[in-house]
T-cell receptor
Framework: DQQVKQNSPSLSVQEGRISILNCDYT??????FLWYKKYPAEGPTFLIS?????DKNEDGRFTVFLNKSAKHLSLHIVPSQPGDSAVYFC???????????FGKGMKLTVNP | ETGVTQTPRHLVMGMTNKKSLKCEQH?????MYWYKQSAKKPLELMFV???????ENNSVPSRFSPECPNSSHLFLHLHTLQPEDSALYLC?????????????FGQGTRLTVV
């Protein structure tokens, strides 16, 4: 049973527009959420995180929104740039465990 | 440079071979992890070490044998693997196993079992 779901395998947007990547989770014990970005032939790199005590965290062009009642989080990238083209993984964990549960990933393509 | 280095980057091995994957972190972290990434599947956590002690083993077949000689180094010893074990193996480290912090990943070893 997948506890972290990224239901859309891919997304294509134009440069300068907003990219919205979605993630749903089923385990209500999760209280910390992370987004990772992965380029081909490289390991995932940490992008941004959010604790369950917040509903929004912003870092430059990247904003993560958390809706606990819906068990849903999203990553907004604005404006999108071609260098943002990568696979994005959503991950979740809960206090007392460093075990990150990952989604399958979503491929973002930003077209010039 | 992520501070987590994995070698080799690519490995092709036969089913009767014995090989080892190496991971080294220069971040002063206390926890290290092995993950497996197969095509179209979520990243799967295989092993967790905290302060050189194994704290999690997620039902991984015994043909995968981890070793953590110190907090900076992590190995994954492979023997009698199957073709379905072909995948990207990622090492990661984090500051503290018990706290919510991000994990830093190496570039991975692309393993092909023939």
């Amino acid at each position: 049973d997948q506890q972290v779901k990224q239901n859309s395998p891919s997304l294509s947007v134009q440069e300068g527009r907003i990219s919205i990547l979605n993630c749903d989770y089923t385990n209500s014990m999760f209280d910390y959420f992370l987004w990772y970005k992965k380029y081909p032939a490289e390991g995932p790199t940490f992008l941004i995180s959010i604790s369950s005590i917040k509903d929004k965290n912003e870092d430059g062009r990247f904003t993560v929104f958390l809706n606990k009642s819906a068990k849903h989080l999203s990553l907004h990238i604005v404006p999108s740039q071609p260098g943002d083209s990568a696979v994005y993984f959503c991950a979740a964990s809960f206090s007392g465990s460093e075990k990150l549960v990952f989604g399958k990933g979503m491929k973002l393509t930003v077209n010039p | 440079e992520t501070g987590v280095t994995q070698t080799p980057r690519h490995l092709v091995m036969g089913m009767t071979n014995k090989k080892s994957l190496k991971c080294e972190q220069h971040l002063g972290h206390n926890a290290m992890y092995w993950y497996k990434q197969s095509a179209k599947k979520p990243l799967e956590l295989m092993f967790v070490y905290s302060l050189e002690e194994r704290v999690e083993n997620n039902s991984v077949p015994s043909r995968f044998s981890p070793e953590c000689p110190n907090s900076s180094h992590l190995f994954l010893h492979l023997h009698t693997l199957q073709p379905e074990d072909s995948a990207l193996y990622l090492c990661a480290s984090s500051q503290d196993y018990r706290r919510n912090t991000e994990a830093f990943f190496g570039q991975g070893t692309r393993l092909t079992v023939v």
